[in-house]
């Protein structure tokens, strides 16, 4: 009886009636938000699907580009990318790509309503880069990849239809391969004339490889191919692979091994991870490492101006670590400075000599300069090639093409008669 009695007094009680309702009310709403709260988890678990895409991944500027086309006209949250455009005339325009801007955005793709999150990170940077770290969310209902997958193929094809027909150009920044100045128009591999059979031979070599991966794999042989082309400056050996790169329809990777801080371990990861369908190129390549007997009898001038050791290069060409389904391309100017066992078969495969002109690249390089002018060139060419001989004196292509650069003007045979001026202009350049 006295429990019935408390219960009844309590429940009379206004203060305790209010104390209790608060309570309830309280905890009700505390139960509904967890309620809440685990399905909205438990639908984004099940219903939705989400793809992250961080800025260093490769994907990242593609879908960057592909968002500006499909979404950005239709928000109005913007921010501006700058690019330059350059012509086939070699002029560059500007543009302006309106991205959406750091937030989140909807827009529809094939009939899903998808939800663009873009993040930027203000506490942590891109240390190669030096800018805030970002990442790009997509989120759509359903459990289908494909739609993600679809999205990225089409961002891709979408950045690889602006270099069509051009070369790009790639240059190690930290650990990774980026995009060095605009893409190039592929250079014609006749506007860089060697002498007869030269270029025919590497060409052939080159495409040989491209297309034996599987008799390299059959027989156990590394899947990899390393030339040198060695001679005098000016010879065209960096302009010749520059077009060899756009008869292959591959691309060019820089690589300065005088660059300080490259080591032999970032050496190696860049070897192991540039891009498909590239040449790596290493220019001057005695610059970097003296011959070992040159060194034992004296100091090395370029000793000290990397971290780069030359065992550390030579496991990089061809150890164990090194990586298959590579072109690498090695210039110099000064063939007895380079280590026998940097330029061994297997490291070097092929090495071909591109020096001074010979006739055969005087008459073709007249011919290219003056063929849509002169109605005899043939006759003209052979005449400009015995005249240039006759001084029995060595000239470069460079030397020739600057020649010609000077009497584009002109006429053919003025061009014959001006001969000796092309020592004379070299000179007067180089004061």
Sequence with gaps: MA????????????????????????????????????????????????????????????????????????TQHLSVETNFLQNDNGQIKTSYDFIPSIGKHIFKYKGNWIQVERTREQQTLDLHMGVPWESVTLTAFGNNKQIYSDILDEARYLALEETVGKTLLYTAMGAEWRPFGHPRRRRPIGSVVLDSGVSKKIIADCNDFIQSSVWYTQRGIPYRRGYLLYGPPGCGKSSFIT?????LEYSVCLLNLSERGLTDDRLNHLLNVAPEQTIILLE??????????????????????????????LNCLDGVGSTEARIVFMTTNYLDRLDPALIRPGRIDLKEYIGYCTEYQLEEMFKNFFNNTDTDAGVNSVEFAQRVKSFGRPVSPAQIQGFFMKHKLSSPETVINCCKDIWEDSLNINK
């Design 3 to 74: 429990f019935t009695e408390l219960l009844s007094s309590l429940s009379t009680n206004p203060y305790f009636g209010a104390g209790f309702g608060l309570f309830g009310i309280g905890a009700g709403a505390a139960i509904l938000r967890k309620g809440l709260q685990g399905g909205i988890i438990l639908f984004r678990r099940h219903l939705m699907i989400t793809l992250e895409v961080p800025c260093r991944d490769k994907s990242y500027q593609w879908l960057l580009k592909w968002i500006t086309i499909k979404g950005a006209r239709k």
């Design 284 to 313: 001057d390549i005695d610059a970097a490492f003296a011959s070992r007997e040159t060194t034992l009898q004296q100091k090395s001038a370029y000793e000290g101006i990397n971290r780069i050791t030359f065992s550390g290069l």
């Design 243 to 247: 077009a060899l790169a756009g008869e």
